[in-house]
Each structure stands twice: as structure tokens, then as C-alpha cells.
């Protein structure tokens, strides 16, 4: 009984695999000319089976006049683990004739194979207007040889027909408001070559390339009355980063056209037949777009830091009970629609007991013609270094949302921690007591731990007693102690100060990290490049103000500065510096020069600080 069934469930496994290969798949193009006619395929994949009585419903607008005929056939055997398998794949093709305009759907067609009936996909077909030109001349039959001699003898193809737009999907947006434009090549003439393109730079956008197929299409579209060829050439997403009236400058592109040449003799019944082409070069601008940028309204929240779209924001912490010198890491995920890479980070607050170190950032985003989407995830590390109950607050970012025309405000949760003391014995801060009695000293913590003296005897003698050597013998080992004593002091006191070693050891930590930013510079890898160079900016500033780099902000590191005596010249020298970095990581690419400049002036303005 179980062999029956087994052999059962294996005969059906392979009847439904025999079914599943079993496909139709039609393909037209996606737009035609009003009385134009064109062809469908429908595409028929089978085990081995061929098949029959295959029928296409009528569409209003579009005739069949004849099909299907199986225009072609293949047959493909494959051999795996023993077993024969055999793919028959057929194309049958419908002639239709488009008879009016509009947007027009293709039904399912339908194929029998065996006993069963499969179905194909639905076809979108767009029906262009005839072209207005073409018309008007067609009902002249002279004119209409006359415009042909003419584009046939005619050097250079006017503006009208052959020209680039520039479209820009939205003319009103908002600071930081992400919109399309599109670089698309219009032509009634045959292009032959493309090149020496020069886009505009987009000045005072943030710009977010959509990557395009190397293999560009070309599709029939309707313009001001006539019918082109058209390809898209370029495709960007810009964020405003002021308010006010922007252009985008022009742009400007040479193309080569195949055009007829001219001959000086008259023509004959001959030249027909023996036609010669050349190629002529045209230069095209695109013509500059004004975008009007509104400023976002009034009432920003205190957590406001420029997000325009639609976000949302989870957080999650990976312990709430440690022991001291343990690690803790929250993580935070903002994901949504609208330039993701520049939604600043929230602000988590360490207690001050904690070692803080820098954030992992990562940051994964779809750019397409509806604009930027995508998540950026941020990992805080921390390390307790004693013993307590501690509270992280919570973390708030608000974004501008275009839906609404409101701020919203996200907040993460709020963490409770507890640390108990660790191997290390750190329950508390340290601490230095003394006592009355100067040989009694103790500090909390294993670095000393009653330290006693003894007295020194030395054996009586006439020889020895009362000499200067004698003396030595007590007042050099009780200086000896006090030196000691007292280094060892400071040092501890040094040691327990985290935050004035994070400053002795800023420039180093800098130096390291300004070697990794050259080694991208010699590679010539710009966002890492950048990346690097912040990091080691931020986290220099960081260490030489001790404020944890979640909570520096560019106008509090200028205050901060101003009160060390910094001098106004080299706060702004550090300002330019972290603006050139983070503009430049999603702006266009600046070259290498600028890139090397930006690393000079980085290692110059850290020697400067240095210095004071």
C-alpha cells in the first residue's frame, strides 16, 4: 500500500512538472501609428508537446488581418542525472492593424496543448496620431515628392527634426523635495552616433543618478503633431538644497545624422538605386528649466535636521542586563521614500559613564523614476565601565511630510540598563583616599592596594653611625618614595580621566584614519574617501572637546572652539572642511584634484590645532 501511494505522488510530481513548463508569452511594441500595421508574437514553450487551436479575441481599435502563423520552432534536449529532457519552443505571429488612437489592451490568447488550455499575458499597445506633416502633405501627391526630394538632398536635419528635452517632472518643490528630470532624444532622421554629451552640473542640488540599460530602446512618441523616435538619455533625481528660484543650466550634445548626399547632377531614374549617405554632425542644446523652491514652514521640531518624504523608524538594543566592560549596541533602522543617505542620525545619549565609540553606518537605497527609497541602519556602540542602573533616552527624528504638509516627529524606545560589576572588579568610579596616616594609602581598584613601609636598620658601629652615608641611607629611599608617590598620582589620576586620554590620543586616532582616507585617495575611491576623511574629522573634534560624536552638531563645535581660543580662521577652516565633505559624497564627481586639496587642508588644519 505505501509503494502504491509513493508511486503515486511521484507520477503526479512529474505530470504537474511536465504542466509547469508549459508557458505563452506575447511581446508587441510598445507604440504604433494610426493605420500602421505590426506584428505580435506569442511565444510557446512545451515539454514536447506542439499546440493547437490557438485564438486571439478581437480588440476595438486594433484588426487582426491574419495570423497566427508559426513563424518559427526550436527543439532542445537536456541531460541531467540520467534523465532526457525535451523543450519544444514555437512563435506564432498575428499581423494587426491599428485603427485608431489611444491606449489600447490586448486580450489573453489562448493554446491548446494536450487536453488542457493555457493562456498568454495581457499586451499594453499605445496608438499614435498620424503625423500632422505627413498628413497634410499625403493629400498633395507633388508636394509630397517635392518634401522628399528636399530630405533626400538636404544636408543637415533642421531643429525640428531631431532635438533633446529636458523634462522636469515637478516645476514647485519643496527644500530638500526629491524630483525627476529626464535628458530624452527626439528624432525623425536617423541618428547614427551619439557623443561629447556635456549634462548640465545641477548646481545647488544633491543628485541621484538612475542607472540606465547599456542597450537603450527606442520608442515611437507623439510631440507637438509629430511622430519621433525617442531614447532616453539621462535620468536624475535632484534635491534642492535652497530655497528660491534654481535654473538648470543648458545642456549640450553632438549627434551624428545618416542623411542622403547630395548630388550636383540632376537626377536620374539610376540614382534610386545607387544612392550614397554621409554623416553629418549637428550639435543640440537642451534648453535650461527654472524650478521654482519653496522654504519648508514654519514650526520646525528641535529634532528637525532637513528630512523631506516619508520615513519610518524602529529601534532595538541587544541587552538590558551586562556586566560592566561589556559591550552594548542599539540599532537604528530609518527606512522610507526621500533621500535616505542625508536623514541625519538620531541623537543617543550615552550616560557619562560610557566609553562611546563612532557609529556603523550603513545605508541601502533603490533610486528609480518615482524618485529615493531605501533604509539606513545605524549601530551605537557603548562599553559601561562600572557598575549602576542606567537610562538611554529616547531618540526623536522629524521629517517634513509632502503628503500632509506637516512635521512628524518618530521616536525610538527608551532603554533601562542594568550593569552589574564585572571581572575587572570596577563596581564604582575610582577614587583616591588618603588617611591620616601617610603609609597607610589605598586606591579603590587593583592598580595599588596597601602599600606599607618598613624601617630600614642598619647595624651600629663607630665605622658607620652618624656618617653622611648613614643619612643617605634614609633620606634618598624616603625621596625615591615621594618621587614615586607622586608620579604614580598623577598618573592614576590621568588614567581615571577618560576624557583627557580620548585628547592626548586624538591625533593619533586622526592619523590613522587619515591614512586609511589617502590610501582611497591613491585609489581614486570617492565615497569611501569622504566617508574616511568625516570620520576623522568628527571623531578628532570628539575627542579633543570630549562630546560624544552623536551629539556634535557644526554650530556647537563652533561654540565649543571659541571658548578653547580657537581662532575664528581655523574654526571656519574646520567648518569648510566637514561642508566640502559631506556635500561632495553625493554631489557629482569633482575629480581627483579636489579630492587631494581636501585631504591637504584636513592634515594642515589638525597640525594647526596641534599647535595651540
Known sequence: MKKRFFLLIVLLTAILNGFAQVSLKGTAPQAVVVGEQFRVNYTLTTPGEKGADMRLPETSGVKTLFGPTLSSQSTSTSIYNGNATTQVTLVYTYVLLAEKEGDFTIPQATIKVGNSEYKSNELKVKVLPQDQAAAAAATNQQAAQKNEQQAATSKAPSNEDVFIRMHVSKSSVYENEGF??????????????????????????????????????????????????????KQTILYPQHSGKITISQGKFDVNVRVRAQSQRSRSFFDDFFDTYTNVKKTLISPPATVDVKSLPAGKPASFSGAVGEYKMTSSISATELKANEPVTIKVSISGNGNVKLVKNPDIVFPNDFEIYDPKIDVNTKVSTSGVSGTKTIEYYAVPRYAGDFTIPAAQLSYFDLKTGTYKTLSTGEYHLHVEPGTGGNAASPAIVTGS?????????????????????????????????????YLVPALLFIILFIVYRKQVAENANIALVRTKKANKVASKRLKAAQKYLKDNKREPFYDETLKAIWGYLSDKLNIPVSNLTKDNVEMELIQYGVGEELIKEFIDILNTAEFARYAPAQGHDAMDDLYKQTVDAIDKMEKI
Not at 207 to 214: G, M, R, S
Not at 445 to 473: A, E, M, P, S
Open 180 to 233: 525627476l528630470v529626464t535628458f530624452k532624444l527626439y528624432s525623425a532622421v536617423d541618428v547614427t552616433g551619439f557623443d561629447n554629451a556635456k549634462f548640465p552640473e545641477f548646481e545647488g542640488f544633491i543628485a541621484q543618478e538612475i542607472e540606465l540599460p547599456d542597450n537603450k530602446q527606442m520608442n515611437m512618441e507623439n510631440y507637438q503633431g509629430r511622430n519621433y523616435r525617442t531614447v532616453i538619455l
Open 437 to 473: 596616616n601617610k603609609e597607610d594609602i589605598r586606591f579603590v581598584g587593583k592598580d595599588i592596594r596597601h602599600i606599607k613601609t618598613g624601617g630600614v636598620t642598619f647595624q651600629k658601629g663607630n665605622f658607620f653611625f652618624g656618617t653622611l652615608g648613614y643619612w643617605l641611607c
